[in-house]
Nanobody
């Protein structure tokens, strides 16, 4: 079964940028890949998704600021986050799914604060 490892989180000032990476242990070309986030006291929410064919969709709160992409040759999915806001502070999780398979990474913390 595929395993996922997120990286790239950290502390950034409002208006700054971060790029998250999700490295998979196996080929992910047949998986739909998502980024979720969970802030303290809130439910986990879908941030961005990229399908096998490359089509993408985003939560309204991040449209125009975040970009999801995938590099199947490197078995990696990225989330480029620009114009970060304090409300983007959360643990960000990578998810891979197809058919009955649903795999999560351990998460990476993103904190947006001055």
């Amino acid at each position: 079964q595929v395993q996922l490892v997120e990286s790239g989180g950290g502390l950034v000032q409002p208006g700054g940028s971060l790029r998250l990476s999700c490295a998979a242990s196996r080929v992910i070309s047949s998986y739909a890949m998502d980024w979720y986030r969970q802030a303290p006291g809130k439910q986990r929410e879908l941030v961005a998704a990229i399908q096998v064919g490359g089509s993408t969709n985003y939560a309204d709160s991040v449209k125009g600021r975040f970009t999801i992409s995938r590099d199947n040759a490197k078995n990696t999915v990225y989330l480029q986050m620009n114009s970060l806001k304090p409300e983007d502070t959360a643990v960000y999780y990578c998810n891979a799914h197809r058919l009955w398979v649903d795999v999560w990474g351990q998460g990476t913390q993103v904190t947006v604060s001055s």
